[in-house]
């Protein structure tokens, strides 16, 4: 049995759970859940990561803790009950932790970060740390408030740089925002936005915040780390602080004793090695600061190393000073402790004492850096902390507890009451003694000793900080040196009880060298340290003292026998008295002295003060001196001082005496004092004298008497100084008044309480009549007493009520002109502001009087816009106090005065400030200005207030915004926004009737400007998101607020402007408009938040957009008939409301709608402005692109108000039921469109893809509803796609359909963003202008000359513009010149064409299960096309065949894509019937403008032959016709129809031949027009074709067509079987020709080879002669004969009578596109493929070597992704015979293009190059990879002549270098020149093992090879194909005619004469350097239909006429029948 749980609430999971138990909830170790019930050991709950999913879990598994329910019911909230700090680092890690691991994911991408990764990382660690530390336990309270503000920063930190919500903190926790104001939540949100941007938390504070005071002291701690040197005796280490600016030390010494072992070995105590030097102040830091190290060596006068034995005495002995300077960035403790190191100088010991300035002045040849064996020297770390050193020590205990003081020499800038410091500073500075007879100067010693009045030692000299005073002190010893310079500084700390008879004595002493000697006296100095007769003590600075012989201490055992002498030497040069001891005139020593004492001065006037009843005849002196006295010392002696000024302000009666008005300014000068921040801390002194030792009664009258007086004397002198500081001091003033009047009342018993009020009114009344006077003089005055009436105020609160003080208060601030200058308006403020924070306000009397005023006065600045930032803040203070006031009550038990208050509020500011904000906000900074000038200003007037500083209430505003900058303006509105937000906070059911009320009474109008006054900001409120993004916490509680401001603003909006009669169309269209904004603002968009975040929103707040929803409905049922007047502009917005995913809602929602269709055809007779606003609402919600998730729920949301509208119109009024179903199923057609754009809205790689849905759109738009504008906004849409994807054709395509929009009339268009308002003609022209400009870029000038045309057609004969008209001819011009250069004789080359297949349910409606024809990128391969297709579509699986797939996979869910390369079957031409037509001109016309494509697949029928399989080879030819015509306005088009034709084998065999034919006459006819081009492409297309050595040649056709068997097998094939025997031998005569052309044009170097070529070829036509005497080539003949005769077409103007046969029918493989090139020569050297083209160059030349490696039907396509190993047979395949060693090799390779271009890959698929092939091994590693074994013979054999070729080309710049002999060929000559015919002694070739089974890459060879070379020329290899010169070669003369078949027959060629015997040719050495370097692409097809041949004598005839073939190749006759 389930029980709901009690005591076991919240747990946390200590044991991972994931068992297959029913109902189980998955549950990881730390995870949090909350427990629901319990039964048997289990709980049932959820984890607190995902509340929605509820189970079981074993209670085991739990650790409980305590816990605490928020909220109880449907939304609780169970929370443990630990420190709020802990709770909130665990949620953070958790929240961080997600974030974390994305980031992790997304490194490596383009949007990696791991920079913020690592720092994440790093931020987390130290959380959870920090957090670990606090739950332990062990840490004090201050070592827990600094974790916790650390834990604090770095959650701020982090937040901050994930970019998530600021916390709003207060000391560091998390403020509750519902238990304080909007306006304070506002402040703590400012405020802890800076604290994050600083990485410094103030971290919020409240209403009553004061400033963060500025720290004033700063403390440097130091500690001595190592000292590397060895001194070899004892040492003494001098720290101390030196300021370089100032040239001066600045501290006392820091003092550490090392021994002689070393540092390490001497330890006196923990710290002796560490210090603080205290009391820094801010100037100090700011400073030039060095840290200066004294060493002093102690032991003998002069060391030795070899000296063992241990010294008598130890001398004081200079050794070497060390520096470090202490950066800024140290000073300012940004750093934490950091270690210094630096080196020891040493110098003479003369420039000792002067060595630190030496340094740092650099003057190095005055001193050295000391040698040592270590690389530090001496180490020190320092660090700063700040604050009061009590302070900073409870901060820092285990740095600064127990460490030793050093203080600064002189007071810090702040003296702080309780210090008690008597500290004499002497510094012996230098001496100047006799030699005294000796030769040599002396080693002088000076012992400093005190001494008290009776001559006893005191123990008080401090040498240095860190040990005990000592009673004398040894000063070191100059060797040698009779004027020594020590400028050691000692301490003197005298008690205060002794210092009176004190004095220092300095004896002098000779230290000789002999360790023997004794130190011997000669001389001594003393000097006293007070004045006896003043009682002042020794003034600071330089003295120079006296030096009296004396050679026997004994002499000096009583001090009173040379204490009357003189100590100074200026005093001693006029003593005429005999003195005890003599004085040495010559010697004298000087001394500097500092006294830093609170006890003892040094000022003769302030001991005078303190002693003015022993001289009363001198006070006004005194008096009058007191001013001149050094703060310092008066506050020293505060109470002394006070109790004399009082003492002789009154008599004993309280009567005045003539001293009283001095002694008045004497007060307030002390009064004044205390402002100053070196003495602010004395106040408590001053508090504490005033309670507690000031006992004058009756001087309070004199006080308020003087006070008055000077405010009435303030009008009347110019002298306003005494005015204004007495005003400064009037809270210490008040002080004393209110003290000596309780005094007084305490001891009479109240008396003269009367006459004590009617003097404090008198005192104000005169306030008041100051305050009122416009005098300029007087205005600093009356703005220094403003600034300080608070203080006076709060002091009378002690002894009268709140009510009397604030009735003064208004009185004044009344007082107060309100246009009066900008100084004393800001001070008026400021005494509000003040008046508000003070015990006044607490008061309801007090507060109430304060509220009238105060808000009056508020209304009228606000209303001028002057000083609005100290409006903000007082109105500020006002909503926080009453919020504050108000939260202390329950609702039903507040008090009346409150409920007046807050209507107080309301209605005085409330319709100002909305006022004030919109005028703020339509002159926000995005307007361009911030300043409002209104219309009514008068320059004049302007200039004449600027000048008086009197301000008119109508030019305050131009005043009040002059210096507002676009920041300051924003703070502004923040403030006022937040203010606004509280009042409406403030405001119940009572005062919002309250005022609707006030307003109406001034007439409706004046309610209804404020309610659209209020609609319309809070519009902009929402609208425009007044607080920060990351401010989440102030913006749900000001939503909040909003939100039931809204439905208080309902009730007079239905009440008065509705059923009164008085519908107002603007206010509700304002009201429903605001709502829907409400409703749809990003941050209400619950399914943006995380789980946790949006917990916590419904927890507090519900879904706000729910209540708003219900609201909107509720509203719009109120309107009823009035529904009409928000038809069509609410049904945007209401569709906007249908986005919040909330069930009813969006049900309660949607019949809108049908009200609206309702009301509009019961209205109008139709709906028509519903359906269009609707349609244009949807469109634009989509192109707005709110976001993906918005969007599913608008479409889901409109699929059900297509169903809901839908059942309502079915079985409504049959009137309008037709046009609604009709209505409501094209919303659904565009929803469907829409809904496939929204999903590729965004990401680069679904460019494709918008392009395609924005198309769909397009025709929507056009041809379904007929909406123009839609239709040419989504066109320009489409053309902006298209251009940055560099698709410009199509770009241009684009346009043209706006284009034919327009016509060239003069009908003025309206303007629109991409066009002015402009005629129709010259919109057109500018289109037209663009589309040009397009198709220039796109290389497709053809189509851009018929516009040209237009264009100059319209400027000829309408705009007779003969300008336009000459630039429009001259680019007509350029674009047939390009069309004929170079530059366009490629085109055909540029685009391929791909077909597409995509197939199954998965992929988008709008390729699902379609074809698609696309025309690639610019010279784009397969292999980088199937990538872009890919990408587009990333999860779609790409298949690896190219048959028609099944069912099974288009029904699937998944997504597949098939792709394969397709040529163009281009249309006959009529323009160019009749007509000879440049071959560059039709290149165009065979790859553009074209619907028709076709794809041929090898399929084979029968048994397979392995010795040759052409005999069963046929091709399936697959004809595609495409929708549009390509290119177009997409780069694809879907296939709408395909027909399928088999073509048989001997068919596709004479398509292959009549394609090499082709190549051979083109190549030809190049080099008779251009004999300078490189040779070579000529000479391999040669050698490729006649000494064919791959698959035998034309044995293969002999040997499956033409046996004897084949026609009676096969006798439909009889046709195919003649016309290819004409090919051949078409064929033979061809070569003849080129032959000729090639022995006249080839080097000398290339003769050799050319002699072989007519060698092998007289073999080769001597076969095929032979072949076609017999009487089956008779038979073919006849055959071909009958055929009928073909259709008529174009001829070319390169073609010739002999080959027109081969011109009929269309073209059905258009060539490939060549390898991008920039350069139209050849490349004279390949180096990169030389290894692979010259070997290739025999392999891939043959007619048939396209069948040499064809892959079974599965396997045509191949994979983009396969591995390219599989591109390069096994060593074995390689090596295993001619054939194999061909066919393992692939056949995409990287070659060069014939214009010279690098390398590239080239597939050579028959219509599919499927792959990019990487590029091959290098040219040495490829030679090694084929010889890395002796070849076979058969290898040798086949490769014969070719290996000998595998070099670069020759060099094309004549290089004459001689090629290596043809290696030996023994009896070759006849094997090779029979194997052509199919002799029997020479078996052909072995065909490869492969068709799929055998084939080592069917990926990349496979049918790669075998489609290339088949039909399209697509590939290097095809019977010659592959390396014969491209047609497409600049500078190639046309070959062919169109119009060859329109000519008759040719008539009976003439008789051929017998053939000259020519001499046999001997085979020479060809070319060593020999190199393929061209494009297999470069190929034309033709028409593989039965072609009409006509007479074979007549072809013969023709033949040679053109190709002009010399007697001696000439070919035999054609045998007779």
């Known amino acids: ?77 169970v929370t443990p009950v630990e420190d709020p700090v802990v709770q909130e680092a665990a949620s953070v890690l958790r929240e961080w932790g997600q974030i974390w691991k994305n980031l992790y994911v997304l490194l490596g991408t383009p949007k990696g970060d791991q920079e913020l990764w690592d720092a994440v990382r790093k931020a987390m660690m130290d959380v959870a740390d920090w957090r670990k530390q606090l739950i332990t336990g062990t840490l004090t309270s201050d070592q827990i408030s600094q974790l916790k503000l650390k834990i604090t920063r770095k959650i701020d930190w982090g937040n901050r ?126 400073s030039d600061l060095y840290i200066v190290a004294h060493v002093i060596r102690v032991g003998r006068m002069l060391f030795s190393e070899s000296i063992k034995k241990i010294s008598s005495h130890n001398y004081r002995r200079p050794y070497g000073i060390a520096l470090f300077r202490l950066a800024q960035s140290v000073l300012q403790g940004g750093e934490g402790e950091v270690e210094l190191t630096g080196k020891l100088f040493t110098s003479d010991e003369k420039d000792f004492s002067q060595l630190p300035e030496l340094v740092l002045k650099k003057q190095s040849n005055k001193y050295s850096i000391m040698s040592n064996n270590a690389s530090y020297g001496l180490v020190v770390s320092v660090k700063v902390v700040h604050g009061e050193l009590e302070q900073a020590t409870k901060e820092n ?78 000063s070191m010893i100059m060797y040698h040196n009779n004027s020594p310079r020590w400028n050691e500084r000692l301490k003197v700390a005298i008690p205060i009880d002794q210092f009176a008879g004190a004095h220092l004595r300095l004896e002098y002493r000779h230290c000789s060298t002999r360790e023997r000697n004794e130190k011997k006296l000669f001389g001594f100095s003393f000097i006293r340290l007070m004045d006896d007769e003043g009682g002042t003590t020794l003034r600071d600075g330089s003295h120079e003292l006296c030096v009296y012989k004396c050679d026997e201490r004994g002499r000096l055992s009583n001090p009173m026998e ?30 500097d002295t500092l006294l830093c004492s609170t006890k003892l001065t040094q000022n003769v006037d302030l001991l005078s003060l303190l002693r003015w009843r022993s001289a009363p005849d001198g006070i006004g002196e005194t008096l009058s001196r007191l001013t001149r006295v050094d703060g310092a010392e008066t506050v020293k002696f505060l109470q002394d001082v006070l109790d004399a000024l009082f003492a002789m302000f009154s008599t004993d009666d309280g009567n005045s005496t003539q001293h009283s008005g001095h002694v008045f300014q004497a007060l307030v000068f002390i009064f004044s004092l205390l402002e100053d921040s070196k003495f602010e801390h004395f106040k408590p002194v001053m508090d504490a004298y005033i309670t507690g030792h000031f006992a004058a009664a009756l001087v309070y009258k004199g006080l308020i008497s003087c006070v008055k007086h000077l405010s009435d004397l303030c009008p009347q002198t110019e002298k306003q100084d005494p005015i204004m500081r007495c005003f400064r001091s009037l809270e210490y003033i008040f002080k004393f008044i209110i003290q000596s009047r ?24 005169s306030f008041a009549r100051m305050l009122n006077m416009h005098l300029e003089n007087i205005e600093a005055s009356q703005v220094t007493l403003l600034e300080h009436l608070q203080g006076a105020c709060d002091q009378l609160c002690r002894v009268l009520s709140p009510g009397e003080v604030a009735n003064h208060l208004s009185n004044l601030f009344n007082a107060t002109p309100v246009e009066s200058t900008r100084d004393l308006t800001k001070a008026k403020l400021h005494a509000m502001k003040n008046s508000i924070n003070s015990p006044i306000f607490d008061d309801d009397e007090g507060r109430g009087l304060l509220l009238e005023t105060i808000c009056t006065h508020l209304r ?86 600027l000048k008086n500083k009197f301000v008119p209430t109508h030019a305050s505003l131009v005043l009040g915004s002059l210096s507002m900058t676009p920041s300051l303006q924003e703070d502004i509105r923040g403030t006022l926004v937040a203010c606004l937000m509280g009042i409406l906070q403030l405001m119940g059911e009572f005062h919002y009737s309250k005022l609707w009320e006030a307003h109406m009474t001034s007439g409706t109008n004046h309610l209804r400007r404020l309610l659209h006054s209020i609609i319309l900001l809070l519009a902009d409120l929402v609208r425009a998101a007044i607080f920060a993004s990351d401010w989440f916490v102030m913006r749900m509680v000001t939503n909040y607020t909003i939100l039931a401001a809204m439905q208080e603003i309902a009730q007079p909006l239905i009440s008065i402007f509705l059923k009164q009669g008085r519908f107002d169309n603007q206010l509700w269209s304002s009201y429903l408009n605001l709502a829907v904004g409400f409703l749809t603002q990003p941050c209400l968009q619950l399914e943006r938040f995380s789980q946790q975040k949006r917990h916590k929103v419904l927890e507090r707040y519900n879904d706000m957009r729910v209540l708003m929803g219900f609201q909107i409905l509720s509203m719009w049922r109120e309107l009823d008939d009035h529904r009409l007047h928000f038809i069509p502009g609410m049904v945007g917005p209401f569709l906007e409301v249908t986005l919040v995913p909330e069930p009813e809602l969006r049900k309660a929602t949607l019949p809108i709608f049908f009200d609206m269709m309702q009301a509009e055809q019961q209205a109008k007779g139709s709906f028509k402005q519903v359906e269009t606003e609707l349609i244009d609402k949807l469109d634009i919600l989509v192109s707005e692109n709110k976001g993906d998730d918005e969007y ?20 409504n009024d049959p009137v309008w039921r037709e046009s609604g179903t009709a209505f409501i199923n094209s919303v659904t057609r565009l929803l469907e469109r829409l809904l ?136 007509q011009a350029s674009f047939y010149e390009k069309i004929l250069s170079g530059k366009h004789y490629d085109n055909e080359y540029l685009y391929r064409y791909f077909r597409v297949g995509f197939y199954g349910l998965g992929l988008p409606l709008f390729v699902r299960n379609k074809l698609f024809i696309y025309r690639g990128l610019e010279y784009e391969q397969i292999g980088a096309f199937t990538q872009r297709i890919q990408t587009e579509f990333p999860q779609a699986k790409m298949l690896s065949h190219n048959t028609p797939p099944d069912d099974t996979i288009r029904s699937s869910d998944g997504q597949y894509i098939q792709i394969c390369a397709v040529n163009t079957l281009s249309e006959p031409n009529p323009m160019f019937d009749g007509v000879e037509v440049d071959e560059r001109i039709l290149k165009y016309y065979s790859n553009n403008q074209v619907r028709r494509f076709v794809y041929d697949r090898p399929t084979y029928r029968g048994p397979a032959d392995k010795d040759n399989e052409f005999k069963n080879l046929w091709i399936e030819r697959i004809t595609y016709t495409t929708e549009f015509e390509l290119p177009g306005i997409l780069k694809w088009f879907e296939v709408v129809d395909q027909k399928v034709d088999q073509l048989c084998p001997p068919q596709y065999a004479c398509e292959t031949v009549e394609r090499n034919n082709k190549q051979i006459r083109q190549i030809t006819i190049h080099y008779r027009a251009n004999p300078q081009d490189n040779i070579q492409p000529f000479t391999m297309r040669l050698q490729g074709t006649i000494d064919a050595a791959v698959n035998g040649g034309v044995a293969k056709y002999q040997d499956a067509f033409f046996g004897p068997d084949y026609l009676v097998v096969y006798p439909e094939n009889a046709d195919h079987v003649n016309r290819l025997k004409v090919l051949l031998s078409d064929q033979t005569m061809i070569l003849e020709g080129a032959l000729d052309l090639h022995g006249k044009i080839a080097h000398s170097v290339n003769q050799p080879l050319h002699r072989r070529l007519v060698e092998v070829f007289e073999g080769l036509r001597y076969k095929v002669r032979k072949m076609c005497s017999t009487p089956q080539s008779q038979r073919s003949t006849s055959s071909l004969q009958s055929t009928p005769p073909p259709p008529p077409t174009h001829r070319r103007a390169d073609s010739d009578p002999a080959t027109e046969f081969r011109r009929t029918g269309s073209i059905v493989n258009s060539p490939l596109p060549p390898l991008p090139s920039d350069k139209g020569a050849i490349s004279t050297s390949s180096s990169s493929t030389s290894g692979h083209s010259s070997q290739r160059s025999s392999q891939s030349s043959s007619l048939y070597a396209h069948f040499h490696s064809a892959s079974h039907d599965d396997e045509l396509y191949a994979k983009p992704q396969n591995n390219t190993k599989e591109l390069y047979s096994t060593r074995e395949e390689w090596d295993s015979g001619s054939g194999n060693q061909r066919e393992s090799r692939p056949r995409s390779a990287y070659i060069s293009d014939s214009r010279g271009s690098s390398p590239k890959s080239l597939s050579k698929s028959l219509n599919n190059d499927y792959m990019i092939v990487p590029p091959p091994k290098s040219s040495d590693e490829s030679q090694r990879w084929r010889h890395s074994r002796p070849p076979s013979p058969r290898t040798a054999r086949s490769s014969g002549i070719h290996d000998c070729l595998n070099t670069s080309w020759s060099d094309s710049h004549g290089s004459e270098e001689s090629l290596p002999p043809l290696p030996p060929r023994v009896g070759e000559r006849q094997i090779r020149s029979v194997s052509l015919g199919g002799d029997e002694y020479a078996p052909p070739p072995a065909l490869p093992k492969r068709m799929g089974k055998k084939c080592p890459s069917p990926a990349m060879i496979g049918c790669d090879q075998l489609m290339g070379d088949g039909v399209d020329g697509s590939s290097s290899s095809g019977g010659g194909l592959s390396n014969g010169f491209p047609a497409s070669t600049p500078g190639t003369p046309p070959l062919l005619s169109p119009r060859n078949h329109r000519t008759p027959p040719p008539p009976p060629p003439p008789p051929i004469p017998p053939k000259s015997i020519s001499t046999p040719l001997t085979p020479l050495s060809p070319p060593a350097s020999f190199s393929l370097n061209t494009s297999a692409e470069n190929l034309t097809p033709t028409t593989p239909t039965n072609m009409y041949v006509g007479n074979l004598d007549g072809l013969h005839h023709s033949l040679l006429e053109n190709y002009s073939v010399p007697p001696r190749l000439q070919p035999h006759p054609p045998p007779s029948p």
């Open 161 to 286: 740089k994930l970019g998530l919500d600021l916390v709003p903190r207060v000391d560091g926790e998390m403020v509750d925002p519902d238990a304080v104001s909007v306006v304070e939540l506002h402040q703590v949100h400012v405020q802890s936005a800076e604290a994050s941007k600083s990485h410094y938390q103030g971290l919020g504070t409240l209403a009553k915040r004061k400033e963060r005071r500025k720290v004033l002291s700063h403390h440097l701690f130091f500690c001595m780390r190592d000292f590397s040197y060895h001194l070899g005796e004892d040492a003494e280490i001098f720290f101390s602080l030196y300021d370089a600016q100032k040239n001066k030390f600045i501290s006392e010494r820091f003092l550490v004793k090392l021994s002689k072992e070393g540092f390490s070995n001497y330890v006196e105590k923990i710290h002796s090695n560490c210090t603080i030097f205290t009391d820094l102040g801010s100037g100090d830091l700011s």
């Open 1 to 77: 049995m389930w029980t709901p749980t009690k005591n076991q609430k919240f747990g946390v999971v200590i044991y991972n759970f994931d068992r297959e138990v029913q109902q189980a909830l998955h549950l990881d170790v730390g995870e949090t859940v909350q427990v629901l019930e319990e039964c048997s050991g289990w709980y049932r709950g959820f984890s607190t990561r995902n509340r929605n999913v509820k189970g079981i879990f074993p209670a085991q598994f739990i650790h409980l803790k305590p816990f605490k329910i928020d909220n109880e019911g449907l939304y609780e909230t």
């Open 742 to 765: 309780l005094l007084f009342a305490r001891a009479t018993g109240g008396q003269n309480e009367d006459s004590f009020r009617v003097d404090v009114d008198s005192l104000f009344e």
């Open 562 to 591: 040379y204490l009357n002498m003189p100590f100074f030497s200026k005093d001693a040069v006029d003593c005429i008295y005999s003195l005890s001891f003599q004085r040495s005139p010559k010697e004298s020593i000087i001394i």
């Open 1192 to 1211: 599913r729920q608008l479409f889901n949301t409109m699929e059900h108000l297509s169903a809901v509208l839908l059942e309502r119109v079915r079985s």
């Open 397 to 474: 205990p285990l740095l600064l507890k127990n460490v030793c003081i050093t203080k600064k020499l002189g007071f810090s800038d702040v003296i702080m009451p309780g210090d008690v410091r008597n500290d004499l500073y002497v510094t012996l500075n230098s001496g100047e003694f006799e030699r005294g007879g000796k030769s040599v100067s002396k080693n002088i010693e000076v012992t400093v000793l005190t001494l008290d009045a009776e001559g006893q030692p005191l123990q008080s000299i401090y040498s240095g900080m860190g040990h005990e005073g000592t009673t004398d002190y040894a």
């Open 1236 to 1371: 496939d754009y929204r999903n590729v809205m965004q990401g680069d790689e679904n460019c494709d893809k918008r392009m395609s849905c924005t198309v769909n759109l397009l025709n929507f738009y056009k041809n379904e509803i007929n909406r123009q504008e839609m239709y040419i906004r989504y066109i320009y849409k489409l053309h902006d796609l298209h251009v940055p994807a560099g698709n410009f054709t199509e770009a241009a395509f684009t346009l043209q359909l706006h284009a034919n929009q327009l016509a060239w009339t003069q009908r003025m268009l309206h303007a629109d963003h991409l066009y002015p308002a402009q005629t129709e003609t010259r919109r057109k022209e500018q289109i037209y202008m663009k589309i040009i400009d397009n198709f220039d870029k796109g290389k497709c000038w053809e189509q851009g000359i018929p516009l040209l045309e237009e264009l100059a057609n319209e400027y000829r004969t309408h705009l007779f513009d003969y300008q336009k008209l000459s630039e429009v001819l001259r680019r």
């Open 860 to 945: 009228q600045h606000m209303d001028s816009r002057l000083e609005l930032v100290l409006c903000g803040e007082v109105l500020s203070d006002i909503v926080i106090l009453t919020h504050k006031h108000i939260k202390k009550y329950s609702p039903s038990k507040l008090p009346p005065t409150l409920h007046q208050d807050v209507e107080m509020i309301m209605l005085t500011l409330f319709d100002v400030v909305v006022q004030v904000i919109l005028t703020l906000e339509r002159s926000a900074p995005s307007s361009g200005s911030s300043t409002l000038i209104p219309d009514v200003m008068d320059l004049t007037q302007l200039l004449m207030a």
